[in-house]
């Protein structure tokens, strides 16, 4: 029986991981954000963490904003 090969986190695209660490434009790809509403979000609470001219956005903080998003509806 052949072993099956787990594929990368990057195969599926709305799969975001507590534990990672993503650039704005695959957070925005996996979630299936336009950048407007990448906009709206960082204007709604959606914190980054910033390294030079670089912006990123941990899976947890993407995680805690929707669930707040959600508490809010």
């Known amino acids: 029986m052949a072993k099956e090969r787990l594929q ?3 195969a599926y695209p709305g799969v975001i991981s507590t ?3 993503y650039t704005l434009d ?3 790809k996996r979630l299936r954000w336009t950048e407007s509403s990448l906009r709206a979000a960082r204007r709604r609470g ?3 963490l910033i390294c030079g001219k670089r ?3 941990t899976g947890q ?3 805690r904003f929707l ?3 959600n508490a809010g509806s």
Do not use: H, K, S
Request: charge should be negative.
């Open 8 to 10: 990368p986190a990057t």
């Open 19 to 21: 534990a990672e660490i």
């Open 26 to 28: 695959e957070a925005r």
């Open 46 to 48: 959606l914190r980054l």
């Open 55 to 57: 912006r990123y956005v």
């Open 61 to 63: 903080e993407i995680l």
């Open 67 to 69: 669930e707040q998003l």
